[in-house]
C-alpha cells in the first residue's frame, strides 16, 4: 500500500483508532440502553432523543471502522474486543430517569471528546496521517454537538 503514510505509522493510528472505535461501541451500547430502559414524564422525548443519537453513533462506528481498514488493517469486532480497548466505563445505573442517563452519557461523550483532540496532532504531525486527524476532528465536532444536546436538557 502506497499512501504516503509509511506502514508503521499506519499500524500506529489504526491501533488508535481501534480505541476509538471501542468508545463509540459502548456509548451506542449505552444510548442504546438509555432509549430501550428511560422511564418518567417525558419518556417520549427521551426515548426519541437517545434514538437519534444511537443512530449517529452507529454511523459513527461504521467510519471508523471503514477507516481502520482504508488503512490496510482489520478492524475489531467483538464485544470482548472492544471492553479490552475501551475508555469508557459500562454504566452501572439502576435508576431509569432520564436526568440520569443523560449526565451518565454526557460524561461519556466528554471523555470521548477529550481523547479524540489528544489524537490530532500525533495523527497529522507525528504520522503523517492527515486523512485521519481530519477524519477524527469530524468526529470531535460531532461529539461535541451530542453533548450539547445532552446538556441543553439539563437546564
Known amino acids: 500500500m502506497n499512501i504516503g503514510i509509511t506502514e508503521i505509522n499506519r499500524k500506529k493510528v489504526a491501533a488508535e483508532l481501534s480505541v476509538v472505535l471501542a ?3 459502548v456509548l451506542f451500547t449505552k444510548t442504546k440502553n438509555a432509549h430501550w430502559n428511560v ?3 417525558d419518556f417520549y422525548e427521551k426515548h426519541q432523543l437517545f434514538e437519534d443519537q444511537a443512530q449517529q453513533l452507529a454511523s459513527i462506528i461504521d467510519s471508523v471502522a471503514e477507516r481502520i481498514r482504508t488503512l490496510g488493517f482489520v478492524s ?3 464485544l470482548k474486543a472492544f471492553l479490552d480497548l475501551t475508555t469508557l466505563v459500562e454504566s452501572g445505573l ?3 430517569s432520564s436526568a440520569a442517563f ?3 452519557l454526557l460524561a461519556d461523550h466528554e471523555t470521548v471528546i477529550n481523547h479524540l483532540s489528544k ?3 500525533p495523527f497529522t504531525n507525528e504520522y503523517g496521517d492527515f486523512g ?4 477524527i476532528t469530524g468526529l470531535l465536532q460531532d ?3 451530542m453533548a450539547w444536546i445532552l446538556r441543553s436538557h439539563l437546564k
Open 76 to 78: 475489531p469486532a467483538s
Open 39 to 41: 422511564e418518567g414524564s
Open 119 to 121: 489524537k490530532i496532532n
Open 143 to 145: 461529539h461535541e454537538k
Open 102 to 104: 443523560i449526565k451518565n
Open 23 to 25: 468508545n463509540e461501541y
Open 132 to 135: 485521519s486527524g481530519d477524519f
Open 94 to 96: 439502576t435508576t431509569k
